[in-house]
Structure formats: C-alpha cells, structure tokens
C-alpha cells in the first residue's frame, strides 16, 4: 500500500480531489483539503472510503493498534528460540510514570540485572506510539518473520551471540507466550517490594501481565512465574541498591 503522509493527494466519493494536511495513524483520522475549501475535513479511514488519487483504496484495521511492541517482541523471541537462538532474552519495565514500558533485548550471558546494551535494541512504548518501529530498520506493521530479518540484517554480529542452548529458559518463554498472546505482556516491575513485620521479604508474587492494547480486560490467566535465575535476585533485592533507567534508556546505580 502506498503511503498516507501530509501531502498526499486523495479521493473522497462525495468531495472529489484533495490534499491531506494532517494524518493520525493510531487512531485512523486523518485531516485533508479539498478544491477552494478554505477548512479541512475530518475523515476517518475506515469509514470514509477514502482513496489514493489513481483509485487504490487506503485500507486501515479497526481494531485498536498495539499502544506498545511487547508482544510483537515475545514472538520474534519465541520464533528465534526455536531457531536455536536460545540465548536471546526479553526485559520489559515500567518507566517511573507507569504510563509506558520500556525493553530491552540481550543475548550472551543469562544476567537480568547487568544485561549488555547494543544499539537498537531496546526502546520504550512512548516511542513506540508515535513511530510504531522497534529501530532496527523494521517497518512499522512488520511480520514477525520481516522482523528477525531486520535485526540479522542490522546486527547479525550481535544476533549471533544468541545461538545456543538455555533450555530452562526457552521452556519458561515458550509457556509465558503460550498464555499470554497476543494480547498481553509481561513485566518485570521489582518496584513494589513489600516486607514483613520482620523485615524480611514477602513471597515472590506473580509476575505483573500488561495489557498491549487499549480496551482488553485485566489479564485472568494462569498466574506467571518469574523466570528461571530470578528467584536468587528477589531474596538477595533488599541489599541491592535501586537501579533506574536514566534519559537514555540505560540503568544506572543510585
């Protein structure tokens, strides 16, 4: 399909040719002008039969966009797995205003604190909102298959450092995928540590399930557990300092 930008000359069945000024992707709206009309008109794509001016119809889903790429992410992770690219693990987090989740991809070594950090590999659901890409040369709208393409075209050096077993792991992934898609993420939020009268730390709970998309229920799945290595990190988080991402999507000791 061709592209729908500012711009781009239209057809409207009842206005004729015009030009749209304005384009809102997540939602579907879009604001054209048409012939001498000093004011725009407010169209929707999936109802306004709007076309391209040769007549190629703009076709637009109504169903409500991802609001962020984590569950795009679990299952190029999945697909990778199962190609043997078992060191290949996915962290999500909530950013500290809780409105958005940030993720980060690592490969090598199982270490969910000290996790190695290349370039396009990570981002955040705000970003994703208004660039629906993951930023490794992906399209937005891009098929799982498009996206490990992408990546091995964009970092196969880095990619390739995922190859090898991690079968505890795998199985782990593969079960949370399994409950949780399409329509659902996990997330490794650690913010909310509660202690008992003693001081100690309350049992591990399940790990917290976000929704993708606006207008799903709360998650009434099985419950999730955290994934295999963690359990060692929740016993020993009370002596740990707290680790915040600072303004470039980095952790940092505080």
């Not at 206005?15 to 054209?32: D, E, F, P």
């Not at 290949?88 to 690592?106: E, M, T, V």
């Amino acid at each position: 399909m061709k592209p729908v930008a500012p711009g781009t000359v239209i057809f409207h069945r009842h206005r004729g040719y015009g030009v749209i000024t304005h384009v809102n992707l997540l939602t579907g709206w879009i604001s054209a002008r048409f012939g001498n009309e000093s004011r725009t008109l407010d169209l929707n794509l999936s109802t306004d039969e709007v076309q391209h001016a040769d007549g190629e119809a703009i076709l637009f889903r109504r169903s409500p966009p991802d609001r962020m790429p984590h569950a795009r992410l679990m299952a190029m992770v999945r697909a990778l797995h199962m190609a043997g690219y078992e060191k290949l693990y996915l962290y999500s987090w909530p950013k500290p205003s809780g409105l958005h989740w940030r993720w980060q991809l690592f490969t090598g070594k199982r270490d969910w604190m000290q996790r190695p950090w290349r370039e396009g590999w990570y981002g955040s659901g705000a970003d994703y909102n208004n660039n629906p890409v993951m930023g490794w040369g992906d399209a937005p709208g891009s098929t799982t298959d498009e996206l490990i393409h992408a990546l091995a075209k964009f970092d196969p050096e880095g990619l390739a450092r995922a190859l090898g077993r991690d079968d505890d792991h795998t199985a782990w992934f593969a079960s949370v995928c399994d409950a949780l898609l399409p329509g659902y993420m996990y997330s490794f939020d650690m913010a909310p540590m509660q202690q008992n009268a003693n001081g100690g730390l309350i049992e591990m709970p399940p790990v917290p399930i976000v929704p993708v998309r606006a207008g799903l229920p709360a998650y009434a799945g099985p419950v999730i557990e955290w994934p295999p290595g963690w359990a060692g990190l929740w016993t020993r988080r009370h002596e740990m300092p707290m680790r915040k991402p600072n303004f470039t999507g980095e952790p940092e000791l505080r």
